[in-house]
């Protein structure tokens, strides 16, 4: 397994760019001519949370661009935070930072938002990462899980405990998902990424069968399973890096 810590001299690029009405700041390790990799986090918490993962991946030649998703981190605080918004956010970074291609990674709610940019822009994603994604209902009928209690819970931890975001962006990322999504199921058929999805084990407050749903929806994804809870690649960093790593070798 490998063993990965952020090097005490290698400190991430901080930039904050304008894209129309809003801000968004991300961090970046690695030369700028090197194979993109985005990084997205999940609800409550910041592009900070990836430093470990990037800074291990610039010296095996990525430049890894971690953002900051709107209401988070040093992006901006917005009116409202319609899902689509985020799509709209990452991909408009994207095309000003001229990327062609990139691997797309996203925990959580930055997986769900991996998604969207994955359905925009299908040429830009070669590899698509998704470490415990939410998953929608597909109609009113289809019992998702995100009204059950160990879901609520950890959603009313992220509220109680966690600092340096806008409430209302979880909140309403949090009512948002629980709606059923039936053109999102759709859509995953269309993927033409090469997709890892990442479960975090019996811990997780997600479910083994709603992810794996997801990986049969997309053409040729991989499931795997990180023993480690929703928070895979901060409790687990070493897994996590070498599943991404040989995903990305294969």
């Not at 030369?31 to 592009?47: E, F, K, M, Q, R």
């Not at 053109?183 to 479960?199: K, M």
Request: hydrophobic fraction near 45%; charge should be neutral; aromatic fraction near 8%.
């Amino acid at each position: 397994m490998t063993e990965i810590s952020a090097p005490l001299d290698l400190a991430p690029r901080v930039v904050t760019m304008a894209l129309g009405n809003i801000t968004v700041r991300y961090r970046e390790y690695g030369s700028p001519d090197a194979p993109a990799l985005v990084l997205l986090h999940g609800g409550a918490s910041s592009s900070a949370t990836w430093d470990r993962l990037a800074s291990a991946l610039a010296p095996q030649g990525w430049r890894t661009i971690a953002v900051d998703l709107r209401g988070h981190g040093g992006s901006t605080r917005a009116v409202s935070y319609p899902l689509a918004a985020y799509c709209t956010d990452v991909v408009g970074l994207l095309d000003t930072l001229a990327l062609e291609r990139a691997v797309v990674v996203g925990h959580s709610l930055g997986a769900y938002v991996a998604s969207l940019v994955a359905f925009e822009r299908p040429g830009l994603v070669s590899h698509l990462i998704l470490e415990e994604p939410p998953v929608p209902g597909r109609d009113s009928a289809d019992d998702d899980g995100l009204y059950a209690p160990r879901f609520l819970l950890e959603s009313l931890s992220l509220l109680v405990f966690r600092r340096g975001f806008h409430r209302r962006a979880v909140v309403s990322a949090l009512r948002q998902l629980r709606r059923p999504q039936t053109q999102w199921w759709a859509r995953l058929a269309t993927i033409r990424a090469r997709t890892l999805v990442v479960w975090g084990g019996p811990a997780s407050h997600l479910s083994l069968e709603r992810l794996a749903l997801v990986a049969d929806a997309v053409p040729g994804a991989r499931l795997v399973t990180i023993d480690a809870g929703h928070l895979v690649h901060s409790k687990r960093p070493a897994e996590f890096y070498d599943a991404v790593a040989t995903f990305l070798a294969e």
